[in-house]
């Protein structure tokens, strides 16, 4: 008959702990990756309301409306349009503009 190790329950109940916390550190990871992505949404939503507030001299809210608007009320439409107006320094207006009729340049 064989001897038990003296320290195999503590082994074992080790073991289950670091599972858990192995567990628990991925799922932190997961919801530490999901708030990393809305924090650079909202810097992306907060440059673009930027470009149109100084391009129409508007105030901040206004020019949510304005973004918010022109990607009909959809909020990933409007993460798109957001996209569009820090990359091309435009109204969501003046970039229709140019894609609808691209030999006028209103810059």
């Known amino acids: 008959m064989e001897a038990e190790w003296p320290f195999a329950a503590e082994v074992q109940a080790t ?3 670091l599972g ?6 991925a ?3 997961r919801r530490v990756d999901e708030l990393q992505a ?3 949404r909202r ?3 907060e440059r ?9 001299d508007i105030d901040a809210d ?6 918010h608007a022109g990607a009909n009320g ?3 439409g409007a993460l798109v349009a957001a996209a569009a107006v820090v990359a091309f320094r435009r109204t969501p207006t003046e970039i229709a503009k140019t894609i609808l009729h691209p030999e006028v340049d209103s810059s």
């Open 15 to 17: 073991e289950r702990l």
């Open 20 to 25: 858990v916390a192995y567990a628990e550190n």
């Open 27 to 29: 799922e932190l990871r």
């Open 38 to 40: 809305v924090i650079d």
């Open 43 to 45: 810097d992306l939503i």
């Open 48 to 56: 673009a309301k930027g470009v149109i507030m100084g391009r129409l």
């Open 62 to 67: 206004h020019a949510w409306e304005l973004l």
């Open 74 to 76: 959809d909020l990933d």
